[in-house]
């Protein structure tokens, strides 16, 4: 079977199984770079998303302080609370915007199954 014959970031070739047609994987594809790109820009859009990657930098970063003793242990500890506190704070957002994703969906396809009309609601 071909393989893609891209070359990965860290310099050794891809080697994903590809179809007969094709010389790159979906992730190395030229010709899918735009695709690629709003697949990931329209997750790292949304709010909760880059919430957590900046809760998570400063965790590691409070975490490196601690091991490299620049900061106050019992401050770095409350910090650390506190910031678990909002990542749980972010994550239950994150849940309520999914489900008012899935609920927009549903409606959608009840609309469509009944021809555009709906017999409730
Ligand atoms: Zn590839």
Redesign the pocket.
Known sequence: MPL?T?TKDDGTA?E?IVSASQR??F??DPARASERSRNASKAARSKPSRELKVVKERLRTLAEDVLEARVDQDAAGVAARILGVYLRAVEAERKVQEQEEILERIDALEQRSQGGRRRWG
Do not use: E, G, V
């Open positions: 893609c891209a891809c994903r790159f994987c992730a190395h």
